[in-house]
C-alpha cells in the first residue's frame, strides 16, 4: 500500500509484465492526470524505462506504475485497472475522487 493509497491490480501487473516480457526490458506505466476532456481532467497513459525521484512508484507481483507529485493528489485511493473487454483492451484507473465522468470514461471532475 502506498502512502496515498494508489494500488496496481493484478490484471494490470499481469499486463505490464506481458509488455515487459515482450519488450525484452522491464516497462513501468506512467499515470497521469491531464487538465483537459470534457470533465476537466483527463488520463495520461504512457509506458517508460525510467522515472523521477519525486515520482511514487506503485509495485505488485514485480511490476511496477510511476505517478508524478502533481498527479498523487488526484489519483488518491485510486486502483489502475487493466480490462480486457470486446470493446477494448486498456488501462483504467478507479478513481474514488470522481464525482463524474464522460461517456468514453477518460476524462472525469473532481
Given at each position: ?16 509484465l506481458a509488455i515487459s ?60 485497472d487493466f480490462v480486457d ?26
Open positions: 500500500m502506498t502512502p496515498a493509497n494508489i494500488t496496481l491490480s493484478p490484471a494490470a501487473a499481469r499486463r505490464l516480457a515482450r519488450e525484452g526490458r522491464p516497462t513501468m506505466l506512467r499515470v497521469a492526470v491531464d487538465g483537459g476532456g470534457c470533465s476537466g481532467f483527463q488520463y495520461r497513459f504512457d509506458l517508460v524505462d525510467t522515472f523521477e525521484a519525486d515520482d511514487l512508484k506503485i509495485e505488485r507481483d514485480g511490476a511496477a506504475a510511476v505517478v508524478d507529485v502533481v498527479s498523487v493528489a488526484l489519483l488518491k485511493g485510486s486502483e489502475i473487454e470486446l470493446a477494448a483492451s486498456e488501462f483504467r484507473v478507479r478513481n474514488p475522487n470522481a464525482k463524474s465522468s464522460c461517456g468514453c470514461g477518460v476524462s472525469f471532475s473532481i
